[in-house]
T-cell receptor, first 112, second 112 residues
Framework: AQSVSQHNHHVILSEAASLELGCNYSYGGTVNLFWYVQYPGQHLQLLLKYFSGDPLVKGIKGFEAEFIKSKFSFNLRKPSVQWSDTAEYFCAVGEGFQKLVFGTGTRLLVSP | SQTIHQWPATLVQPVGSPLSLECTVEGTSNPNLYWYRQAAGRGLQLLFYSVGIGQISSEVPQNLSASRPQDRQFILSSKKLLLSDSGFYLC???????????FGSGTRLTVV
């Protein structure tokens, strides 16, 4: 069974710092890759997704992620975080077009 | 546009009582439907998914069951709740063969 690992469980940054959240998965076949964000008290929202093509994916709110097939990774990045980016971030991998498997999440706290 | 409704938002139930959480999707037909549970430090765990009426796949053995009596209705049930069933339950849908998931607002279940 495939699994998704997010190695950073808690990250604390100051505003304007750069962010990189790691995500690795174990499935060797064709995968669809996602990053979701959950702001305090809100629904899960899609940040960005990768299906094929350019491995550098741009998402909403200045986030981007890079798919590195050889490393089974899909790390999330943002050059300069804001206080409003405080949230929990989930990496997810889809096997075919069904069954998203989520990582355990990373709680990001951005201090003003 | 498509919308997903999940209720109730919060629920406190005694151990041994039954459970029924409902999820409905509007604005689409033949969606794939999912029940996830979010537990602190464990991310989102896929519990059940359904690709059609009466078709339920269980991902994790547990005290819960799911049913899909109508195309756009997905129900999570239990005959007798356990303390360990406490958690945050999320319903989600994706288009059949689609490449994105939309989540409901979730139900916070506390078993006392």
């Amino acid at each position: 069974a495939q699994s998704v690992s997010q190695h950073n469980h808690h990250v604390i940054l100051s505003e304007a710092a750069s962010l990189e959240l790691g995500c690795n998965y174990s499935y060797g076949g064709t995968v669809n890759l996602f990053w979701y964000v959950q702001y305090p008290g809100q629904h899960l929202q899609l940040l960005l997704k990768y299906f094929s093509g350019d491995p550098l994916v741009k998402g909403i709110k200045g986030f981007e992620a890079e798919f590195i097939k050889s490393k089974f990774s899909f790390n999330l990045r943002k050059p300069s975080v804001q206080w409003s980016d405080t949230a929990e971030y989930f990496c997810a991998v889809g096997e075919g077009f069904q069954k998203l498997v989520f990582g355990t999440g990373t709680r990001l706290l951005v201090s003003p | 546009s498509q919308t997903i409704h999940q209720w109730p938002a919060t629920l406190v139930q005694p151990v041994g009582s039954p459970l029924s959480l409902e999820c409905t999707v509007e604005g689409t037909s033949n969606p794939n439907l999912y029940w996830y549970r979010q537990a602190a430090g464990r991310g989102l765990q896929l519990l059940f998914y359904s690709v059609g009426i009466g078709q339920i796949s269980s991902e994790v053995p547990q005290n819960l069951s799911a049913s899909r009596p109508q195309d756009r209705q997905f129900i999570l049930s239990s005959k007798k709740l356990l303390l360990s069933d406490s958690g945050f339950y999320l319903c989600a849908w994706s288009a059949a063969g689609g490449r994105g998931y939309t989540f409901g607002s979730g139900t916070r279940l506390t078993v006392v």
